[in-house]
């Protein structure tokens, strides 16, 4: 069974578009995470949402906005994409504070054209 | 920001070799993580050593913690093929926020 998953794997649009990504864990964790890795492969945490609610939010551009309809669950939805927002972006999961090791989906691959 | 800087940022050894990494941050931490990600993979948790302890061991994993320095290093003995992977450490300062380091490119010659 998948513990993180994320969906779709790949997505290409094009500049202005609206776009989804999915994320979904079946580990029972309480927190969820956004990641965002651009091509040198830093790893930057965009959102982290702990039971439903919103406890980290970098300096992110409010065309992206999570969403986490349950604990199980947390989307990431982006406005009028921007060629800057070509990454991988990657959801994970852990138990609650950051003292516990997070799982990792297997990225979203965006590329904005 | 605390970001963790791994050295080197690429790494290549022949199989059986041992593989070194080194990390280093720039604030107090709570904890430190050691990730890995193969290509086209997302991150994998390798170990978490704790600030209060000093070494910590997992299979051929053997993790180092210097608070005094903010630095850590990552050891793989007898390297596989199979290790060939970029890993990340990672810090945390209490909160919910891990802090990635730039990564190392490991890569292990068959």
């Known amino acids: 069974d998948t513990a993180v998953s994320q969906t779709p794997k790949y997505l290409v649009t094009q500049m202005g578009n609206d776009k989804s990504i999915k994320c979904e864990q079946n580990?029972?964790?309480?927190?969820m995470y956004w990641y965002k890795q651009d091509s040198k492969k830093f790893l930057k945490i965009m959102f982290s949402?702990?039971?439903?609610?919103?406890?980290i939010n970098e300096t992110v551009p409010n065309r992206f906005s999570p969403k986490s309809p349950d604990k199980a669950h947390l989307n990431l939805h982006i406005n009028s994409l921007e060629l800057g927002d070509s990454a991988v972006y990657f959801c994970?999961?852990?138990?609650?504070?950051?003292?516990?090791?997070?799982?990792f989906g297997p990225g979203t691959r965006l590329t904005v054209t | 920001s605390q970001q963790g800087e791994e050295d080197p940022q690429a790494l290549s050894i022949q199989e059986g070799e041992n593989a070194t990494m080194n990390c280093s941050y720039k604030?107090?931490?709570?904890?430190l993580q050691w990730y890995r990600q193969n290509s086209g993979r997302g991150l994998v948790h390798l170990i978490l050593?704790?600030?209060?302890?000093r070494e910590k061991h997992s299979g051929r994993l053997r993790v180092t913690l210097d608070t005094s320095k903010k630095s850590s290093s990552l050891l793989i003995t007898a390297s596989r093929a199979a290790d060939t992977a970029s890993y990340f450490c990672?810090?945390?300062?209490?909160?919910?926020?891990?802090?990635f380091g730039s990564g190392t490119r490991l890569l292990v010659r068959p």
């Open positions: 994970a999961s852990s138990h609650a504070g950051s003292s516990y090791e997070q799982y």
């Open positions: 580990l029972g964790h309480d927190t």
């Open positions: 949402y702990n039971n439903k609610e919103l406890i």
């Open positions: 604030t107090s931490i709570n904890n």
């Open positions: 050593i704790r600030s209060n302890e």
């Open positions: 990672a810090t945390d300062d209490s909160s919910y926020k891990l802090i």
